[in-house]
């Protein structure tokens, strides 16, 4: 099957590009002493899992995932070396720890004193890494806190370790940046570890990643594994924020024409806000590409700046570069569209199909979305 | 079941709010002498579908659909009549093609003379609707375009009637703003129907409509069929513009608290930018709801202006209001969000778990996503 011959929309996931991402994160660990936990939350495939896991030089252990439904997938394919990276609640210890029950080793965090109590209660506490905030200011207590030694003292045998995330580091505009977060990332985890173990705590595990800082930091010492996810497909917020170039887009849009104005140099395609979802992250960065940036049916940047301006339900509405000629396209024509947020965009959709720099459809491959 | 048993995130659907919006429309379209097409690109599930055409008054026919998807699920649950209000494609008749051959009415749009010849020379064309552009510049041509003969010759017997969609309608911000949009769009629809007819082309169906204009048009004099589909659930953002009332939103997103930030009077949940979508259309009402507008686990408005201030894929960040007392949430409590666009918060989610003015959850009913 071609690419022409795709029902539109769909998601295009080109395997070569995939592979140089995954092997580009696994040299840039491999500078360290550590293991990567690769985070399934972008891709949410078994395919993509393996490929990541088998990567040569990953030394990869296992999967971070982002929903239980990520969790029983992946169990249920034979990885059960999992991080449940949201906080966990009470009411979510019992499928755990059904999972865990079942032959699966899904770790889970805590920042709270409370859930700790509740995890040390449970009759199969899973494994608990206390989330530490290393300047993202979302989940997590800061790394001096008294509630550490509590929280630890609370989990007992539970504790497994310490879990931080520099999610501000996409608002790093430099490698520069992104170095210096991934060194804040490194001293939270750090810190807390010491106070852990010197207050006479086992913590085996410190956790630290985001795409940006594993691929850039200086130094990982004291760090025992890294998380990261978006790496494996990069979209064009991570290429504007430098941490990967524009070419390793791995994950595209492919979409229909169905409609033109020629006179307002605009087409319409049956991409729209579900398609391409609502993200509009590159706002922010140097260029703005609307809802996506337009390429051919080849994955080719051969229409310039041509983007989508406007994303309705199911319409797109692109904008063409001045350079390309507006009369010549025709309805049904095919496009693909590289997105501004892959995590976002690729969710809409419940299978990859699979292209190696060619048109020809050489895979399907499912996705696991919702919770 | 009560809601606080259900796994967050997820999707809570009120029957109650719902049946009033159904009998809200009802009501506006028994004023003209129109039939409604209720539009499922909302809803996509067919317990609300049953529920639209067999509310009193609606004089509902048959339904819109915004995917061969739905298309294909309504059908194989015996909604025969149907229009797919999305450009068509040449490639995409084989399939509106089967649906018909097994017995369905699935009529179809288009504004492009090649695809009007593709149609005619289908083996079982489908009936086809005109897109004609009453001023919001996305589908179709000009009413007074020399284009709507040729497409009509080219059409044949395929030719149905003509269609328009003044979605320019969400930029209205007063009722006598939607009133004069509704009476564009409706002038849109009449003037091409009437060129048609004195063409001495038949043109049975004259189809307009949005949310807004449904229900605020003056008159519909000349107009065949009304079509729209988020007043039955409403969101915030049709709540702004005027569409509804702030009481009328019949969809949220249940969700669980998963972090505390006292100081910084925030609280996080599990409903990020993945569960909630990350539209932000309310940026441009008169009150900016970020991602969401925070009530409690019983749907009211108890939380004061609290909102979802920023949205990572499975956390979102909740900006508490200044009178509510930050630190007495406990991880695990339990709050519902109203969504800023329903459309796009409700395709994350795969179904509704019904309830009926209290936390008793009384069905669940499924969504039909994807394409």
């Known amino acids: 099957m071609k690419l022409a011959d795709l ?11 995939l592979q140089r991402n995954l092997d580009a994160m696994a ?74 029950d079942a032959g699966a080793e899904v770790k889970i965090i805590t920042d709270d004193a409370d859930v700790a109590a509740a995890i040390a209660a449970h009759a199969t506490p899973p494994r608990t890494l206390i989330e530490v905030d290393c300047g993202e200011a979302r989940g997590g207590i800061d790394p001096e806190s008294p509630a550490l030694l509590d929280i630890a003292a609370r989990l007992g045998p539970a504790l497994a370790g310490i879990m931080t995330h520099a999610g501000h580091s996409y608002s790093g505009r430099s490698l520069a940046d992104m170095a210096r977060i991934a060194e804040a990332e490194r001293l939270g985890g750090v810190r807390a570890a010491e106070r852990l173990r010197a207050a006479g705590f086992q913590c085996d595990i410190v956790s630290m990643g985001s795409s940006p800082t594993a691929l850039y930091a200086n130094s990982l010492d004291g760090i025992t594994e890294v998380r990261a996810g978006v790496y494996m497909l990069g979209d064009l917020f991570q290429a504007e924020i430098g941490t990967h170039g524009h070419d390793d887009i791995a994950v595209t849009v492919l979409t229909s024409v169905i ?27 140097p260029h703005d590409f609307g809802f996506g940036l337009v390429l051919d049916i080849n994955g080719h940047r051969s229409l310039g700046t041509s983007l989508v301006k406007r994303a309705n339900q199911e319409h797109g509405v692109i904008d063409l570069d001045p350079t390309i000629d507006a009369p010549s396209f025709h309805i049904g024509d095919k496009l693909r569209i590289a997105p501004n947020h892959v ?26 979305n919702g919770w």
């Open 7 to 17: 029902p539109t929309p769909c998601l295009v996931l080109d395997r070569g590009i």
């Open 27 to 100: 040299r840039a660990v491999a500078r360290h002493d550590v293991a990567l936990r690769p985070h399934m939350k972008t891709a949410k495939s078994i395919d993509v899992a393996k490929l990541a896991l088998n990567t040569p030089l990953a030394r990869a252990q296992g999967i971070t995932v982002s929903t239980l439904a990520e969790a029983e997938y992946f169990a249920s394919h034979g990885i059960l070396d999992q991080l449940y990276a949201v906080g966990i609640t009470p009411q979510k210890l019992d499928q755990v720890a059904k999972l865990n």
């Open 259 to 285: 409609g033109k104005r020629p006179a307002e140099r605009r087409i319409l395609v049956d991409a729209g806000g579900l398609a391409l979802s609502k993200d509009r992250s590159t706002e922010a960065t």
């Open 343 to 368: 995590c976002m965009t690729a969710a809409a959709h419940d299978r990859y199909f699979v292209v190696d720099g060619s048109d020809d459809v050489i895979a399907m491959w499912p996705r696991v």
